[in-house]
């Protein structure tokens, strides 16, 4: 039997990786001490993300403190298989692919553990953290995308979607442990199912049958899927245990762009599936991604984009700066100057900030219904509305369901 240590989790990016975080937890604890603390921790596992280069070298200098500070590293993830030289190369002394995080345990004691065998991830335990009601529920992994900018899809693979009935039965696990509201996770949920015969619209039809008060937030789907599957999609979201929220990417407000970018839709097709969706439900969340700088976007192509924004009125905007990565279509691509990105984020986070106030200031004085989810900054807590706006409140259980008054707004909050 190995000596058990103490472990220490460090985890980048999305929802995807907060998921396979809560399955090596899981599987770490089983043999090993997980701890909140790195100061008392013998190992970290670094769980990293390399969509942009600016978070890989974050995680590549987080590797060398920890180095420093005489820590043994174990690191997984998504930059592995989107940058392996530069994973290789980071002084992690074991490097484990996302395929094979069912040994973790066997990387902790010092062994290669690239040689094991995969395993089927919707079968893996999780640990979850205890003070927030929030469940991440992975649906699949992978996409069925070839987006020229994208390294992810080296790490992820093609999809596999899991199957429905693991699935509920997770979100039934997790909600008879108290958690109320679900977060489905993939890189795409659009695709869900098309490998395995089934659809969004069906799984989410499976689990608003739970006979239990709850919410459920569906993730990420691109313009190019969600369209196939909108009208049923729409149906299921009627239920009023699914958030009234949409995640859908549009990138760019250029289509000549969109089509470098081989994202599979027009600036049209988003904007029809906004306008639906908005109609169904006028009180809703709308959050978009946009990518700023990339190789072909010339001074009209972002006036094209910052106008799209203008109009169309986003609660949420994810903004990147386009980062070239290893090995992508993009890549190979002439890059704009840093400072050309730069201007061009801080024109749209402008922009977004007078949007959040605009559309966030029609609630002042209005009741809403809210789930209490987790822990604030301070003594607050947080909350979210059924259109999925977040609400800070000062008092309240994590997990109950509340009727609150906003008494102020900000730009991307409101306060009961």
């Not at 921790?41 to 987080?62: H, I, M, P, Q, Y």
């Amino acid at each position: 039997m190995k000596q058990s240590v103490k472990v220490y989790f460090s985890t980048y990016g999305c929802t995807m990786n907060q998921s396979d975080t809560e399955i090596l937890k899981a599987l770490v604890a089983k043999r090993h001490e997980v701890v909140d603390s790195l100061e008392e921790s013998d190992a970290v596992v670094v769980n990293s993300c390399a969509v942009v280069g600016f978070t890989e070298r974050k995680v590549l200098k987080e590797i060398k403190r920890l180095k420093q500070a005489g820590k043994r590293v174990i690191l997984t993830g998504c930059l592995p298989g989107a940058n392996p030289a530069s994973a290789q190369a980071s002084g992690a002394d074991v490097v484990l692919p996302l395929k094979h995080i069912a040994a973790i345990n066997s990387a902790l004691d010092g062994h290669l553990a690239i040689e094991a065998a995969p395993v089927v991830k919707s079968e893996l335990p999780k640990l979850r953290h205890r003070d927030s009601a929030i469940a991440i529920v992975a649906i699949s992994e992978g996409c069925l995308g070839a987006c020229s900018y994208c390294a992810t899809r080296f790490a992820r693979g093609k999809l596999r979607s899991f199957p429905v009935n693991s699935i509920v039965k997770e979100v039934e696990s997790a909600l008879e442990q108290g958690y109320r509201e679900i977060q489905l996770t993939s890189q795409d949920t659009a695709v869900y199912g098309r490998d395995i015969e089934t659809t969004l619209p069906e799984l989410l039809g499976e689990i608003i049958d739970l006979p239990y008060e709850f919410r459920v937030r569906v993730g990420m789907m691109n313009p190019t899927y969600a369209r196939e599957i909108f009208d049923e999609l729409l149906d299921a979201y009627s239920n009023e245990k699914i958030y009234k929220f949409l995640h859908l990417p549009v990138q760019s407000g250029d289509d000549e762009v969109l089509r470098h970018m081989r994202r599979g839709y027009r600036v049209a097709d988003f904007m029809e599936l906004v306008a639906d969706f908005r109609r169904r439900f006028p009180e809703s969340t709308l959050s978009t991604d946009v990518i700023v700088g990339y190789p072909t976007e010339s001074d009209e192509s972002f006036d094209k984009t910052y106008r799209l924004i203008e109009e169309i009125k986003p609660e949420i905007l994810n903004i990147t700066r386009f980062s070239p990565r290893p090995g992508t279509e993009a890549a190979k691509l002439r890059d704009i100057h840093d400072w050309i990105k730069k201007e061009r984020s801080r024109r749209l986070t402008k922009l977004m900030r007078s949007i959040g106030m605009e559309r966030n200031s029609r609630y002042a004085g209005k009741k809403l219904r809210v789930l209490v989810t987790k822990h604030g900054k301070g003594n607050t807590l947080l909350a979210r509305s059924d259109a999925y706006r977040q609400v800070v409140l000062k008092e309240g259980e994590i997990g109950e369901f509340r009727d609150v008054k906003i008494r102020k707004v900000r730009p991307t909050y409101l306060i009961a």
